[in-house]
């Protein structure tokens, strides 16, 4: 069976959890705030070359998926059709970030969330994520715990 959630479930301790490969910080733009919805871009920055990618939606969340036209006209303003001609399809937007964040410190900021959005990502692709993802709460207590800032 494979494995396509990234989220790290484990306590964070020394021996878990280096800081050697670096830290990046990710933000997932999802299709609206549902159960249903599904990601449509992904964007990256700490001590890498910062970047994002546009996925292109594939069918079924099309069809079955939750599109939130408010956000697409106030929040993000990602249209389906620029997604359709710009976006990556799920298996080469899943490869290129598994190539970017290979073997670095993932943080987001609401790992229940977007766990969700990039484990349907890199399912659909059929595809293992090549890093795990903590969120901002996690990484600050184990800061408080190790007693260090590692910045």
């Given at each position: 069976?494979?494995?396509?959630?990234?989220?790290?479930?484990?306590?964070?301790?020394?021996?878990?959890?280096?800081?050697?490969?670096?830290?990046?910080?990710?933000?997932?733009?999802?299709?609206?705030?549902?159960?249903?919805?599904?990601?449509?871009?992904?964007?990256?920055?700490?001590?890498?070359r910062?970047?994002?990618?546009?996925?292109?939606?594939?069918?079924?969340?099309?069809?079955?998926?939750?599109?939130?036209?408010?956000?697409?006209?106030?929040?993000?303003?990602?249209?389906?059709?620029?997604?359709?001609?710009?976006?990556?399809?799920?298996?080469?937007s899943?490869?290129?970030?598994?190539?970017?964040?290979?073997?670095?410190?993932?943080?987001?900021?609401?790992?229940?969330?977007?766990?969700?959005?990039?484990t349907?990502?890199?399912?659909?692709?059929?595809?293992?994520?090549?890093?795990?993802?903590?969120?901002?709460?996690?990484?600050?207590?184990?800061?408080?715990?190790?007693?260090?800032?590692?910045?």
């Open positions: 069976m494979e494995i396509y959630d990234p989220r790290y479930y484990g306590e964070l301790t020394t021996s878990t959890f280096s800081s050697e490969g670096g830290f990046v910080g990710i933000n997932i733009e999802p299709s609206g705030t549902s159960k249903h919805a599904y990601p449509i871009k992904i964007a990256w920055y700490g001590n890498i910062e970047g994002s990618l546009l996925i292109k939606p594939v069918d079924i969340w099309l069809s079955e998926g939750f599109w939130c036209n408010y956000s697409e006209k106030h929040g993000h303003g990602i249209t389906k059709k620029l997604l359709e001609n710009e976006g990556l399809d799920v298996e080469s899943a490869l290129k970030l598994n190539k970017i964040l290979a073997n670095k410190i993932v943080v987001c900021d609401v790992v229940e969330y977007e766990g969700i959005w990039l349907q990502l890199y399912e659909k692709a059929d595809i293992t994520p090549s890093f795990r993802m903590i969120g901002h709460l996690a990484l600050n207590d184990y800061k408080k715990r190790i007693g260090n800032t590692l910045f």
